[in-house]
């Protein structure tokens, strides 16, 4: 049985910063694409960022909204990625829910819901002042 656990949530104000990580356990699991997805109140579940087992600036995809103030990392040893979300706008309030894929995804596949997995619980992000 794997767990994606999600921690970091919480109440921020605009232009404010909160940091999400993702801990993935039980069997041994060492996924290749991790990425992290949100759903506000009444709305769909939405991408938002994902990174590929190596790392590099073209192994990850951001949504356009976040690009330049989310960054999405990962520490493969330990099976943790983590997203730095600065700049907090009203509308990034959601719950935040940590994925992983066994497989490589391409990026168009990294922005799809049933392209994962596994999934965490959700975290709650609430940015208002």
């Known amino acids: 049985q794997v767990q994606l656990v999600e921690s970091g949530g919480g109440l921020a104000l605009p232009g404010g910063s909160l940091r999400l990580s993702c801990a993935a356990s039980?069997?041994?699991?060492?996924?290749?694409?991790v990425g992290w997805f949100r759903q506000a109140p009444g709305k769909e579940r939405d991408f938002v960022a994902a990174i590929r087992r190596s790392g590099g600036n073209t192994d990850t995809s951001f949504d356009g909204s976040v690009k330049g103030r989310f960054t999405i990392s990962r520490d493969n040893a330990n099976n943790k990625w983590s997203l730095q979300m600065n700049s907090l706008k009203p509308e990034d309030t959601a719950v935040y829910y940590c994925?992983?894929?066994?497989?490589?995804?391409?990026?168009?596949?990294?922005?799809?819901?049933?392209?994962?997995?596994?999934w965490g619980q959700g975290t709650q992000v609430t940015v208002s002042s």
């Open positions: 994925a992983a894929s066994s497989r490589r995804l391409i990026t168009s596949q990294m922005w799809q819901i049933n392209a994962y997995d596994y």
């Open positions: 039980g069997r041994t699991l060492s996924p290749y694409t």
